[in-house]
C-alpha cells in the first residue's frame, strides 16, 4: 500500500500510474486542497490530525509515503518520519520548500548558490537594493509556477514587484509575509528530472528551456525540449544537481530542479522534491523517453530491481521531446481556437492537452501552469522540432492561435 499526499495537478497522473500496475494506494489530502477524481474503490484520508492519520495509515500497511504534488513535499516528509519509512532527511524539509533555506543548506555544504536577501518591509527591501546588481529577480519565498517572480531592470520595477507580492495569496495558498532578492543569474536554464532511492539519483530526462521576458519583468516559460546525448558541460550540469540534491537531503523519490548554466558553471535555481508539473500526460514521454517522471518512480518502488539496472544501461532517449506551454497573446475571452489546425500539421506534433475552454477567460496567461494548453512534439531530428516551435512561436505572438474578445463581451 502506497500513501499518495495531495495527488493534485501532475500528481493525478502519478496517481493513474500506480493504478495502471495494479498498486493499492491510499490518497491523503490536506485542508484546502481539494480532492481529485480517484480510481474506483481508492481510500482517501483528511490530513487533518497527524496523529490520526499515522494510525490509519499504520492499520493499513502503508510501506511507503511519496509526495504527489509540491502541496504534498511537507507533509509526506512529516508522515514519512513519524511512520519510520524511508524518506527524505526529515531535518531538512523546511529548506526543500523555502528557497532561501535552500540557497543557504547549498552554501553550507559549499556548492555555488545564487545569491539571495530575504525582504519584509520597504526599507529591508531598500538596503537589499543598495546590495545587489541589476537585473535582480523579486519573487515570492514558497510558491510555484513562476507565481509572482519578476526580473527587474531597475529600482522602481522592484518596487513595484514588492509591493504586487508581499502579503499577497501565493498559489500555493499562504500569505506572502517575506519576498526574495535574488542575483539574475545569465545563461541557459534547464530542466533535470530524477528519481532517487536509497540516496542513489538515477537521470531521468534533461531538458533545456526557452523563457521569454514581458516589458513588466514577467518570465514566461515558453517550452522546453529534450537533450538526447551528454556532453562535458551537461555532465557536470546534472552531477551539481546531484550534489544540491545531497545537500539538501534527498534520497527517496521524484525530484524536478531548475537550473542555470551561467559563466561561472552551474547554479541552481530551485529544487522541487516531486515529480514536474503540471501535466505529465505520459504518452509523448513514453515516445521519446520510454518512460515517464510518473512511471519511473513507481518502477522505483513497485519494482526496485528493474529500477536498479537504469544506471547500468545509461541515459539515452531514442527521441527528442518538446513540451510548449501555450499562450494567448492578451487577456481576453476565448472565442476560437483557429490556430490549433495549423498545429497538428506541423511536423514532429505528438498531441495537445488541456486547451483554454471557448467562452471563458484566458487563465494564467503568464504563469508556468498550463492552463493555457500544452503541446507536445517528438521526432528523432532536433531542427524539425525546433522549426516547428518557431512557426508555433510565430503563431502565437501574431495572435493567430487563439482567437480573443474583451473581457466585458
Keep these: 500500500m502506497i500513501a499518495l499526499v495531495n495527488p493534485v495537478s501532475s500528481g493525478a497522473e502519478l496517481a493513474r500510474a500506480f493504478h495502471e500496475r495494479g498498486t ?33 495509515l499504520r492499520a493499513l500497511g502503508v510501506s511507503a509515503v511519496v509526495a504527489a504534488s509540491e502541496f504534498g513535499v511537507l507533509p509526506a516528509d512529516e508522515l514519512a518520519h513519524r511512520l519510520g519509512l524511508p524518506g527524505n532527511a526529515y531535518a531538512l524539509s523546511e529548506a526543500r520548500r523555502d528557497k532561501s533555506l535552500m540557497m543557504e543548506q547549498l552554501r553550507q555544504r559549499g556548492l555555488r548558490a545564487t545569491r539571495t536577501a530575504i525582504v519584509r518591509t520597504e526599507q529591508e527591501l531598500e538596503q537589499a537594493l543598495a546590495g545587489f546588481p541589476f537585473p535582480l529577480v523579486v519573487k515570492p519565498r514558497d510558491s510555484a509556477g513562476s507565481d509572482g517572480c519578476r526580473v527587474c531592470s531597475g529600482p522602481e520595477q522592484a518596487r513595484a514587484a514588492f509591493a504586487q507580492v508581499i502579503h499577497e495569496r501565493n498559489l500555493m495558498g499562504r500569505t506572502n509575509d517575506a519576498v526574495l532578492v535574488q542575483e539574475y543569474l545569465d545563461g541557459p536554464q534547464f530542466i533535470v528530472n530524477t528519481v532517487s532511492a536509497g540516496g542513489r539519483h538515477t537521470l531521468g530526462e534533461l531538458y533545456s528551456a526557452r523563457i521569454d521576458r514581458q516589458a513588466g519583468g514577467a518570465p514566461v516559460f515558453r517550452h522546453m525540449t529534450s537533450v538526447r546525448t551528454l556532453d562535458g558541460p551537461d555532465k557536470e ?15 527517496e523519490g521524484a525530484a524536478h530542479t531548475e537550473v542555470r548554466r551561467t559563466p561561472d558553471g552551474p547554479c541552481l535555481v530551485e529544487v522541487n522534491a516531486r515529480v514536474m508539473g503540471p501535466c505529465l500526460a505520459p504518452d509523448a514521454y513514453f515516445a521519446a523517453f520510454g518512460y515517464s517522471h510518473q512511471h519511473l518512480v513507481v518502477e522505483s518502488l513497485v519494482d526496485p530491481a528493474v529500477f536498479a539496472l537504469r544506471d547500468a544501461s545509461g541515459y539515452g532517449p531514442d527521441r527528442h521531446v518538446a513540451k510548449v506551454f501555450l499562450r494567448a497573446h492578451r487577456e481576453g475571452v476565448v472565442r476560437a481556437v483557429p490556430g490549433l489546425d495549423l498545429l497538428r500539421r506541423l511536423p514532429g506534433f505528438h498531441s495537445v492537452a488541456r486547451l483554454a475552454e471557448i467562452g471563458r477567460p484566458v487563465p494564467d496567461r503568464l504563469l508556468t ?30 495572435g493567430q492561435f487563439y482567437e480573443l474578445e474583451p473581457v466585458d463581451g
Excluded at 42 to 51: L, R, T
Excluded at 237 to 251: E, Q, R
Excluded at 369 to 397: C, Y
Design 237 to 251: 550540469l546534472v552531477g551539481y544537481v546531484f550534489d544540491c540534491l545531497d545537500a539538501l537531503g534527498v534520497s
Design 24 to 56: 493499492a494506494c491510499v490518497h491523503v489530502y490536506s485542508p484546502g486542497v481539494p480532492v481529485g477524481a480517484r480510481p474506483a474503490g481508492v481510500p482517501v484520508i483528511s490530513y487533518s490530525d497527524v496523529a490520526v492519520v499515522e494510525r490509519e
Design 369 to 398: 501552469t498550463g492552463a493555457s494548453g500544452i503541446a507536445f512534439f517528438v521526432h528523432e531530428d532536433p531542427a524539425t522540432i525546433e522549426n516547428a516551435l518557431r512557426v508555433l512561436h510565430e503563431l502565437e505572438d501574431a
